[in-house]
């Protein structure tokens, strides 16, 4: 386990905990998180755990709100961090103390998720977004958290993103070996949500949601949280219930959510060189990312 400087090559660096050659954020207790990232396969699960896997950055505290909300049968902001539920970033203890269901979160790499989620057939949510948003996304997310003692540049640290060298390695890497995977074994409980699915018409994705973990739409649960979980009222609904982790008057973990925000931030040629580590590393994906928002929709069924 080491706490350590990545450098990104112009003379700033972000400081990333290496356990045994995987990266995390340290979450300020390297010497713990390093314990959980190697004992994750050992996790003791229920039955009843519902898990939401998603690379960082990919929509999973908004996923975790609607799915804490069908389980409370209440459009009703949920009053606690999705990081008190999320394996590498919680004390065990808190998450043996919670009640059923549990809704849980990760970012880790299939191969690392518990063993018996799979044995018991966990449901599990797998959340993807487009990986150019994503990228920017991260970056905001890097230079704004104070742990990653951060302030380069986005054209430095896009690079680093590329080459598998930020938080949690390889983008490529985790998303192919969810698709062997579901490939492979396609009776896994899987329910796929694509970010941009879920911004641009909530509703049926929320009732998709729904109908995979056996919730009742009674009395129009679905589209209450639907309207409830919207990004503007999310932004604003759940600020009190984060963690302090940068400048509160310039950071958030709600900074954007936007379909194609990556146009504000990518070059011509960053983006020539995207699409070519793209087009190499994922030339045997079947799935499609849209990068651009689709005409407004109704949110409706």
């Known amino acids: 386990?080491?706490?350590?400087?990545?450098?990104?090559?112009?003379?700033?660096?972000?400081t990333y905990?290496?356990?045994?050659?995987?990266?995390?954020?340290?979450?300020?207790?390297?010497?713990?998180?390093?314990?959980?990232?190697?004992?994750?396969?050992?996790?003791?699960?229920?039955?009843?755990?519902?898990?939401?896997?998603?690379p960082v950055k990919s929509g999973t505290h908004w996923t975790w709100e609607i799915i804490s909300m069908m389980f409370k049968g209440k459009a009703e902001t949920i009053e606690r961090?999705?990081?008190?539920?999320?394996?590498e970033g919680s004390s065990w203890d808190l998450l043996e103390s919670l009640p059923s269901p549990r809704v849980l979160n990760t970012h880790v790499y299939y191969s690392r998720l518990p063993e018996k989620a799979k044995e018991l057939g966990c449901k599990m949510i797998y959340?993807?977004?487009?990986?150019?948003?994503?990228?920017?996304?991260?970056?905001?997310?890097?230079?704004?958290?104070?742990?990653?003692?951060?302030?380069?540049?986005?054209?430095?640290?896009?690079?680093?993103?590329?080459?598998?060298?930020?938080?949690?390695?390889?983008?490529?890497?985790?998303?192919l070996e969810w698709e062997r995977e579901m490939s492979t074994s396609p009776e896994l409980p899987i329910h796929l949500v694509y970010y941009e699915d879920l911004k641009e018409n909530s509703l049926l994705e929320v009732s998709r949601l729904g109908?995979?973990?056996?919730?009742?739409?009674?009395?129009?649960?679905?589209?209450?949280?639907?309207?409830?979980?919207?990004?503007?009222?999310?932004?604003?609904?759940?600020?009190?219930?984060?963690?302090p982790c940068g400048d509160e008057e310039t950071f958030s973990f709600y900074r954007k959510g936007d379909v194609g925000d990556w146009k504000n931030w990518f070059?011509?040629?960053?983006?020539?060189?995207?699409?070519?580590?793209?087009?190499?590393?994922?030339?045997?994906?079947?799935?499609?990312?849209?990068?651009?928002?689709?005409?407004?929709?109704?949110?409706k069924l």
């Open 1 to 14: 386990m080491t706490e350590y400087k990545q450098d990104d090559g112009d003379g700033h660096s972000i």
């Open 17 to 54: 905990l290496d356990t045994d050659g995987y990266t995390t954020c340290t979450f300020g207790k390297p010497t713990e998180i390093a314990k959980r990232i190697r004992e994750m396969t050992n996790f003791k699960c229920r039955p009843d755990d519902v898990f939401i896997c998603a």
């Open 81 to 87: 961090s999705k990081i008190e539920n999320m394996l």
């Open 127 to 175: 959340v993807l977004r487009n990986p150019k948003d994503l990228a920017v996304s991260l970056y905001n997310h890097t230079k704004g958290i104070t742990l990653y003692n951060y302030d380069g540049k986005w054209d430095h640290f896009l690079p680093l993103f590329l080459q598998g060298r930020t938080e949690y390695n390889s983008w490529f890497e985790y998303v």
């Open 211 to 243: 109908r995979f973990l056996g919730v009742d739409d009674k009395d129009g649960l679905f589209e209450a949280i639907s309207r409830k979980c919207q990004f503007d009222n999310m932004a604003k609904d759940k600020q009190e219930y984060l963690y």
């Open 267 to 299: 070059t011509v040629a960053q983006n020539e060189h995207f699409d070519k580590v793209y087009s190499k590393m994922m030339k045997t994906s079947k799935h499609k990312f849209r990068y651009e928002r689709m005409k407004q929709m109704d949110n």
